[in-house]
């Protein structure tokens, strides 16, 4: 029995699913409010948690369930249907499982549709009963009637345990975290192809550029189906996918650029006399540059700069000895997102002693990036060390030329 949507008005203010394609509904909720992801990073335009329900003639499935926060949303826009046969999990993450037991409390008769390491995770992170599953691998289909789910496993976009769903009658590629942005809009197609880049951008910084070698290879999986969208379950519905295909080509393929990420801080202006000083050797010598001032930093800025920069240079004050903790953070996160830059450096102002250079590369000491001679100051930095940050501007510059960055 198909689970059809009612025709029945909804109360005020309820949400009414958006229609894709016959059969095919947007019923996911956008968080304007949400400011923090993971407590770690900024969500300057919010998010969505984006579900779709597929009805088919003789089944139903809902794909993904929302994050908890936003249940209500997803189940005023599922009131009107009678009967969900599957709820089909694509990634574990709370995100978007951590609303399965509350539709699964409305549609018991549900079967969840998971593989298998996601099954196991979602009874860890959801206590869900082993007799909910309907177990799935790779290449396996879920007929609807007239409407079919193929499953390709996309491990490590977020999760191991990630996968997606291609919907061959409409050509729609189900992508989940792949290809999203933490963007809350009243626009369910991504019409704004500027503001969506640019968030798009900030998501696979934050999310996926650890995993830019296994994007590689999901991108050529998924380049064998005829996809005519995606339908991914973080911001607006890509009706063009080349848009977003194009660009994670390019920010998990692309050369590094001729561009130097520049996080900073300053205590008592010291450092900041010497990142204007590399800015402007960097500028006049024609390579861009990132600044990110890390006092209240924005990591997200920070992260986006390193998916095309092909230098790394950190300015840090010293503080009792060691970097200032802000550009430490700064450091350790950016060596955990695994950037494509090929050279790193270090400059700043100490008062007495500074570990500060050592302490600072120590963390990329896994990754292949050469160390070029940093540059630090007692105090505030004199001629020498003016003419040191020079030196340091003309050898990036010429690395980067080296090494054909454009
Ligand atoms: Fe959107 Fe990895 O969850």
């Given at each position: 029995m198909s689970g059809k949507i009612s025709n029945s008005r909804p109360p005020c203010g309820a949400?009414?699913?958006?229609?894709?394609?016959?059969?095919?509904?947007?019923?996911?909720?956008?968080d304007w409010d949400r400011a923090l992801f993971d407590a770690l990073i900024p969500l300057p335009d919010g998010t969505s948690y984006n579900a779709y329900l597929i009805e088919g003639s003789e089944k139903t499935a809902l794909i993904d369930a929302v994050e908890p926060r936003k249940i209500e949303e997803l189940l005023d826009q599922i009131s009107g249907v009678n009967r969900i046969d599957y709820i089909v999990s694509l990634h574990a993450e709370?995100?978007?499982?951590?609303?399965?037991?509350?539709?699964?409390?409305?549609?018991?008769?549900?079967?969840?549709?998971?593989?298998?390491?996601?099954?196991?995770?979602?009874?860890?992170?959801?206590?869900?009963?082993?007799?909910?599953?309907?177990?799935?691998?790779?290449?396996?289909?879920?007929?609807?009637?007239?409407?079919?789910?193929?499953?390709?496993?996309?491990?490590?976009?977020?999760?191991?345990?990630?996968m997606c769903a291609f919907l061959p009658e409409e050509g729609i590629l189900f992508s989940?975290?792949?290809?999203?942005?933490?963007?809350?809009?009243?626009?369910?197609y991504a019409t704004d192809r500027g503001r969506v880049l640019e968030a798009a951008k900030r998501y696979y910084a934050e999310i996926m550029m650890p995993f830019a070698n296994v994007i590689r290879k999901?991108?050529?999986?998924?380049?064998?189906?005829?996809?005519?969208?995606?339908?991914?379950?973080?911001?607006?519905?890509?009706?063009?996918?080349?848009?977003?295909?194009?660009?994670?080509?390019?920010?998990?393929?692309?050369?590094?650029?001729?561009?130097?990420?520049?996080?900073?801080?300053?205590?008592h202006g010291s450092t900041q006399q010497m990142?204007?000083?590399?800015?402007?050797?960097?500028?006049?010598r024609g390579v861009r540059v990132a600044p990110c001032n890390?006092?209240?930093?924005?990591?997200?800025?920070?992260?986006?700069?390193?998916?095309?920069?092909?230098?790394?240079?950190?300015?840090?004050?010293?503080?009792?000895?060691?970097?200032?903790?802000?550009?430490?953070?700064?450091?350790?996160?950016a060596a955990q997102l695994r950037p494509k830059a090929k050279f790193l450096s270090v400059i700043g102002s100490y008062g007495w002693q500074a570990k500060t250079a050592e302490t600072l590369t120590?963390?990329?000491a896994s990754q292949k990036m050469e160390v070029l001679e940093p540059v630090l100051a007692k105090g505030l930095p004199k001629a020498a060390e003016r003419e040191?940050?020079?030196?340091?501007?003309?050898?990036?510059?010429?690395?980067?030329?080296?090494?054909?960055?454009a």
């Open positions: 949400r009414k699913p958006r229609k894709i394609r016959d059969g095919v509904f947007y019923v996911g909720a956008a709370q995100d978007h499982s951590g609303g399965i037991p509350h539709v699964l409390e409305r549609h018991p008769e549900a079967k969840v549709v998971a593989n298998a390491k996601a099954k196991t995770m979602l009874q860890d992170l959801l206590a869900l009963p082993e007799e909910v599953f309907l177990t799935v691998k790779e290449g396996d289909a879920l007929s609807l009637g007239g409407k079919t789910l193929e499953f390709i496993m996309t491990p490590w976009v977020h999760w191991p345990e990630t989940c975290d792949m290809f999203g942005a933490h963007l809350a809009s009243s626009e369910l999901n991108l050529e999986k998924i380049g064998r189906f005829p996809i005519q969208m995606i339908a991914p379950s973080h911001g607006p519905v890509y009706a063009d996918p080349g848009l977003i295909l194009e660009a994670y080509g390019e920010w998990a393929s692309g050369p590094p650029k001729n561009l130097v990420a520049l996080p900073y801080v300053s205590m990142v204007d000083c590399l800015l402007a050797g960097l500028v006049n890390m006092e209240n930093g924005d990591i997200g800025k920070l992260a986006m700069s390193l998916v095309d920069a092909g230098s790394l240079v950190l300015a840090a004050p010293t503080v009792l000895g060691g970097p200032h903790p802000n550009l430490f953070y700064a450091a350790f996160l120590g963390v990329f040191a940050l020079d030196r340091l501007a003309a050898t990036i510059a010429e690395k980067h030329r080296e090494n054909g960055f």
